[in-house]
């Protein structure tokens, strides 16, 4: 590793350790530092394929493992996952110079690693992801290997081509599936959008570019809207927040109900939380007045709750933009 390298290694460490700090001031941060140092003197002659120190592949990792909010346990085997894998570090080694219990989330996900993916079969594909979840009696085993497949799958460009499709099937229908039983629905989403980039890269950048028409801008100023109206009807301290439906999500619809881009009402979308069933048809009522809503496009969940107890009002609504949300 270069001395330039190095530098910079070392400020993505200082980067990961502030984020830490923002939601976990009291953690373990001189076992997390020595786990830091022991990993990139581990890996210090091993490259990535793009040519980068292969440290910083552990250090993405564990950023997203703390973007989590997961524990120092957590963050360190995250650091060390590769180290039993790919370097002659041991599980006694580890355990002795951080803990047991580090020693074994990192043992676990080596295990996890050297699983193979052999068929497309949908049950034995079932199989397989009842398998990893079973070999993980620690959940965070199984959630630090998701984040490992989502830095691989960020940064998969330096693969082959092949390898890509291979590792975006794998993820698509072991990966994925995974995450969203663990309600881990970010990361579910960012794992399939970034399969489909390789799967299908036509449909995945034909889909994005007609997403960044409209982008965040449009639900912001929708947000702001909504909230002064709100606020100017009596209806107080109300938490809105909004989401785009994720690339693979349309992909779905487009390709599997035969429908345009613009047939698909829920690409847009925006929550509004409050504190009382009263109020929640009373914001109905004025969201309704601000926006043309669509015809058959409303529903009551809260007078007929969904089987497992949700309740919300859900409706689709053109906003001034010609745009459904």
């Given at each position: ?85 790919d370097t002659d570090a041991t599980h006694e080694e580890i355990a002795k110079l951080f803990s047991p219990a580090v020693a ?7 295990k996890l690693t050297r699983v193979q993916y052999v068929s497309k079969e949908e049950e034995q594909m079932e199989n397989l ?111 809105i927040r909004h989401r785009v439906k994720s690339i693979y999500g349309i992909y779905r619809k487009m390709y599997m109900q ?68």
């Amino acid at each position: 590793m270069t001395a330039e390298e190095l530098s910079s290694v070392n400020e993505r460490y200082e980067a990961l350790e502030a984020s830490i700090r923002t939601y976990n001031p009291n953690a373990d941060f001189d076992k997390i530092r020595r786990a830091f140092a022991y990993a990139r003197d581990k890996h210090i002659h091993q490259h990535r394929k793009d040519g980068s120190p292969y440290i910083t592949h552990p250090l993405a990792v564990a950023q997203v493992v703390s973007d989590m909010h997961l524990d120092s346990e957590s963050i360190m085997a995250a650091l060390l996952h590769d180290c039993i894998e790919d370097t002659d570090a041991t599980h006694e080694e580890i355990a002795k110079l951080f803990s047991p219990a580090v020693a074994e989330l990192v043992e676990g996900v080596t295990k996890l690693t050297r699983v193979q993916y052999v068929s497309k079969e949908e049950e034995q594909m079932e199989n397989l992801r009842k398998m990893l979840l079973a070999m993980s009696q620690d959940v965070r085993v199984m959630i630090i290997k998701l984040c490992d497949r989502l830095h691989n799958m960020r940064t998969g460009d330096a693969w082959p081509e092949q390898k890509r499709r291979d590792k975006a099937l794998e993820t698509m229908e072991v990966y994925a599936p995974i995450a969203h039983r663990l309600g881990i629905s970010n990361i579910k989403e960012e794992l399939e959008d970034r399969s489909l980039q390789y799967l299908d890269p036509v449909g995945y950048n034909m889909i994005r570019s007609l997403l960044n028409k409209h982008g965040d801008d449009f639900l912001n100023d929708i947000c702001a809207t909504i909230q002064e109206h709100l606020e100017q009807n009596g209806i107080h301290g109300a938490t809105i927040r909004h989401r785009v439906k994720s690339i693979y999500g349309i992909y779905r619809k487009m390709y599997m109900q035969n429908k345009d881009f613009e047939e698909i009402y829920d690409i847009y979308a925006v929550r509004i939380i409050l504190e009382n069933v009263s109020e929640c048809y009373n914001a109905l009522g004025l969201i309704h007045d601000m926006y043309h809503p669509l015809p058959n496009r409303f529903k009551d969940y809260i007078s007929t709750p969904k089987p497992n107890g949700y309740q919300s009002l859900h409706t689709t609504v053109i906003g001034h933009e010609g745009i459904p949300f």
